[in-house]
């Protein structure tokens, strides 16, 4: 086999098998709400921990852009509606460029250089790339950014290849239509932006490109969110209205300290409480508190992840007993009430205007003895482990409940989502 289609194969399999690395991990959310949870992970889990055990690699776990977190300002809100909108626009894209493209070769049509293809020559990939920009924003881990670049690196070079072998098969004719048309997209705009042409800069340009926003993000995520800080104990709101909340909720656990419970918090270390709702649909994520939040037990899946993608922000404000109730032509509303982790079924409370939530305490261990709080507590060596959680009526300061929880989320030690 001569040495020319010996890198042809090469760059296919490479690029075809980037794209199926990208979307496994990518999809890590869609396979975490199914049954198939574990399965997955059983295979992956290893690979996270042992990118958990080294300061190098660790952020690769890590989070970019909320994801339990209601975005906190317009411009994070703006993002994650992006994201839906190109996970949809990139996914059409691609579906149909690729049926033109594989059509064409059963009829036999040539070039195909009609529909997107008359101004860009590879709009399939811009499709697939699009698309991916938008599940790396619906699950921002650093890792899938990662296996992004790769993706985008692996298929400017199988474009490149399918180039060189087009201009051998189809000779002055292909060329006019490369001078006619961009590579990925319209003359006009590409002209304006283009890769360093040494081999060695262009995959270095990528990764900087890609996982450079990916830091700018996060960083810009870390700043907007609101922290309550009081003693040894930092509260964050998953939503923005409970924000009012957070200081008489954190008085009231510190009254609880300072009286001797909870006696989980200890003095001499730091901790970071989740401020929620009782039946916070995300918090089987960030500790284990009943398996109604595992969501990978639940019979719903395809309705989240429908919501998830097209409802940007309603999957953060519905309870697991929404979709229930759903399913069922049951009133979500009393399904809610009926459903309460407090057991408070009372015809007369509202549960939008509920006075009590459910903080998640994790205690914060960063190795280095140093005391955190605000958004230090979510740095990339900091050690999360799941401590209790409290029920508080937020207007009285009463706490109804005080459980401490295992040192694991409800995906064992999976890492899972801190922002």
Not at 34 to 53: D, E, G, I, R, T
Not at 301 to 319: K, Y
Not at 354 to 360: E, G, K, L, T
């Amino acid at each position: 086999m001569k040495r020319s289609k010996i890198d042809g194969l090469f760059t296919l399999i490479a690029g075809r098998g980037s794209i199926i690395v990208f979307f496994i991990m990518a999809f890590e959310v869609m396979i975490m709400i199914s049954p198939f949870a574990f399965f997955f992970y059983s295979v992956f889990n290893p690979v996270f921990k042992w990118l958990n055990q080294f300061a190098a690699t660790k952020w690769l776990t890590s989070f970019f852009l909320p994801h339990m977190i209601f975005p906190p300002t317009q411009f994070l809100k703006t993002v994650r509606i992006l994201g839906s909108i190109f996970f949809v626009a990139g996914a059409v894209t691609f579906m149909i460029c690729a049926l033109q493209v594989y059509l064409g070769k059963i009829f036999k049509w040539g070039v195909a250089n009609k529909g997107l293809y008359r101004y860009i020559r590879h709009p399939q990939y811009l499709g697939l790339g699009i698309w991916g920009i938008g599940m790396s924003i619906l699950w921002p881990r650093f890792i899938v950014l990662a296996s992004l670049s790769l993706m985008f690196i692996l298929y400017y070079f199988l474009a490149k290849d399918e180039e060189r072998r087009m201009l051998n098969h189809y000779g002055e004719s292909y060329r006019q239509y490369m001078n006619q048309t961009g590579m990925f997209f319209p003359k006009f705009l590409e002209s304006r932006f283009i890769l360093p042409g040494r081999f060695a800069t262009i995959p270095l340009t990528i990764i900087a490109a890609v996982i450079g926003t990916g830091f700018f993000l996060r960083t810009v995520t870390l700043n907007s969110i609101l922290f309550t800080s009081k003693n040894n104990i930092t509260l964050v709101s998953m939503l923005p209205e409970d924000n009012r909340l957070a200081v008489p909720a954190l008085n009231g656990i510190i009254r609880e300290q300072a009286a001797g419970k909870p006696n989980y918090i200890k003095g001499g270390k730091d901790y970071l409480g989740y401020l929620m709702f009782p039946d916070y649909i995300m918090q089987g994520m960030i500790a284990n508190t009943d398996k109604e939040f595992h969501l990978f037990k639940h019979h719903h899946t395809v309705a989240m992840i429908s919501d998830w993608v097209l409802h940007p922000f309603q999957h953060l404000r519905t309870s697991p007993s929404f979709h229930m109730a759903k399913m069922h032509g049951a009133d979500p509303v009393v399904a809610r009430r009926h459903h309460c982790p407090l057991g408070i079924n009372d015809p007369n409370l509202n549960c939008e205007t509920c006075p009590y939530r459910r903080v998640i305490i994790i205690e914060i261990d960063n190795n280095n003895g140093q005391r955190l709080s605000g958004k230090q507590l979510l740095s990339f060596n900091a050690t999360r482990i799941p401590t209790c959680f409290v029920d508080i009526n937020t207007k009285t300061g009463e706490i109804l409940n005080i459980q401490k929880v295992e040192k694991a989320t409800a995906w064992k030690d999976v890492p899972t989502p801190e922002i």
